[in-house]
């Protein structure tokens, strides 16, 4: 555009008289702008990078290791019953335990991270509150071994085991997170609750305590989400409600000894060799599902990484043209001052100065732009503030290594200017 508009008497004569640098200040302003923007994006990037690598370290309160998932059908035509449909549980459970390198099973209605159901209960012995006043869990239905398939650590008392079936005494375990939130200055194994739900409301004790999993997300918000965990045995389940589970996808984690995609199929043939009209679905790695549960940050991350690594590339091309077609324009320039005495260092600092002005105001500039924008992500950072200092101040280092390397390569070989030719240069 300033081509297209120049005036050509103007030109010639500053041709004659060599460059002062003036004409080049919409350069100049571009390649700031360019800075700032480029600062921006790794910023941004930098923060959601630190943020993956913070929810990598979370410890989601089970141990999704060598363990995998997959859901169960039934038809409530062949299992009408709920004597029937603890069997088939049972005798799957048993077989998938006969396999080489199974090491435990359970059957369950939810998956951390993956499903939830929620419940409400009141205690036994307290004023029993309004519904709408009483407490909510997460509630699990499982079987004995689901400790063992999850890796839940158990704090106090015990999990269940075969006694607590449909013939014995209604039991139910709890997270630590429940029995400190219910009973802070007392034992909470002994007490009882009940769900007031026909069919349910017969108090169970609680005879366990096992550790809070992160069952909403590896960066779950505890202000907005139900908190307390319910477990109950499944084989305790009314016999009215196993009609809706058998129709419902019930869900089965297998722990193995080594890795699980490698049992994958003969979790398949086992479970369909049992009954081959059952529906066998959703099979999938518990790892997969920890890393599924922050896909959308490492989407973000991936974007802004790529965008950042564009943006740092054209900033390095833009100030290595800029100052490149600036030595270009004051090869004279070069060379009088080099006649005059100048030194090969004099004019690598001339060069270089300008562009680490260029440099310096951008990333100024984009500092304090990123305070703004990085504000926009809180949503997706974990473990790391918005304004990060760690984070800011590398970023601006980067930047600025990457403006001085572009800045050296035209400077250095301004340095090699032949002042009798710089002089015949025009």
């Not at 499903?115 to 006043?133: K, L, T």
């Not at 026909?198 to 108090?203: A, E, L, S, V």
């Amino acid at each position: 555009f300033r081509a297209s508009n120049a005036n050509i008497h103007d030109a010639l004569k500053e041709g004659v008289r060599g460059s002062t640098g003036k004409r080049h200040r919409m350069q100049d302003l571009l390649i700031v702008a360019e800075l700032g923007l480029a600062l921006v994006l790794l910023v941004c990037a930098g923060l959601t990078i630190r943020s993956i690598v913070s929810l990598r370290n979370v410890n989601p309160g089970f141990n999704p290791k060598n363990a995998l998932t997959y859901e169960v059908s039934l038809s409530t035509v062949s299992y009408p019953t709920g004597a029937s449909v603890r069997n088939y549980f049972r005798e799957l459970e048993r077989k998938l335990l006969s396999q080489p390198g199974v090491e435990a099973v359970s059957v369950g209605n939810d998956v951390p991270l993956r499903d939830d159901s929620e419940i409400w209960f009141y205690v036994v012995g307290r004023p029993i509150p309004p519904q709408e006043q009483m407490p909510w869990a997460v509630h699990y239905i499982v079987s004995p071994g689901y400790q063992e398939a999850m890796g839940l650590h158990l704090i106090q008392g015990k999990f269940f085991t075969a006694q607590d079936n449909e013939t014995g005494p209604l039991t139910a375990v709890i997270d630590d997170q429940m029995a400190r939130g219910l009973f802070p200055n007392e034992a909470a194994i002994g007490h009882s609750i009940v769900i007031p739900i026909p069919g349910f409301d017969q108090p169970r004790e609680i005879v366990g305590i096992v550790n809070h999993v992160k069952h909403w997300g590896l960066a779950q918000d505890a202000s907005n989400r139900i908190q307390y965990q319910l477990y109950m045995p499944f084989n305790q389940i009314p016999d009215k409600f196993f009609g809706e589970l058998a129709g419902q996808a019930m869900t089965m984690i297998v722990r193995t000894a080594s890795d699980p995609h490698a049992m994958m199929g003969a979790v398949r043939e086992t479970s369909q060799a049992l009954d081959k009209n059952q529906a066998v679905f959703g099979l999938k790695i518990m790892e997969d599902i920890v890393q599924d549960s922050f896909a959308g940050q490492r989407f973000a991350t991936l974007l802004l990484s790529a965008f950042a690594g564009v943006a740092l590339l054209l900033a390095a091309v833009g100030i290595y043209g800029v100052m490149s077609y600036l030595v270009s324009q004051r090869t004279q320039e070069m060379g009088i001052r080099m006649a005059l005495g100048a030194t090969r260092g004099n004019v690598l600092q001339l060069i270089l100065r300008h562009g680490g002005v260029l440099a310096a105001i951008g990333t100024g500039i984009g500092l304090v732009a990123s305070l703004g924008f990085t504000r926009l992500l809180a949503s997706l950072l974990f473990g790391v503030k918005a304004t990060d200092p760690i984070t800011f101040v590398g970023v601006a280092l980067l930047l600025l290594g990457v403006a001085f390397l572009a800045c050296y390569l035209p400077a250095r070989r301004a340095t090699r200017v032949d002042p009798m030719v710089a002089l015949r240069y025009e």
